[in-house]
């Protein structure tokens, strides 16, 4: 398995909370059809086809491996306590 790693993107708002992202975390590369969070508010985000951002939709969630959403659902975790740790110093 690839190792988990930050690559940096073309700078594109968030769908969800419109905050420009500039990096992707995640298996590889990204590459359409890619899943990724929005390291703001979490959201889950699908690469399209030209390496665009768009939410996720709940079948498209339901049709992951049950890994990759366990791995998706450890990183948001990860997030969060990133987050409520600057919150809190
Ligand atoms: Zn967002």
Redesign the pocket.
């Known amino acids: 398995m690839d190792a988990v790693r930050t690559t940096e993107i073309a700078p594109t708002a968030?769908?969800?909370?419109?905050?420009v992202?500039e990096a992707a975390t995640g298996h590889g590369t990204p590459a359409p059809g890619c899943v990724t969070l929005?390291?703001?508010?979490?959201?889950i985000l699908i690469f399209t086809d030209d390496l665009q951002q768009r939410l996720m939709s709940n079948a498209e969630w339901a049709a992951l491996p049950r890994e990759q959403r366990e791995l998706i659902t450890r990183i948001r975790e990860a997030l969060q306590s990133e987050a409520w740790r600057e919150a809190h110093p």
Do not use: L
């Open positions: 968030c769908p969800a909370c419109g905050e992202i929005c390291i703001y508010c979490r959201a």
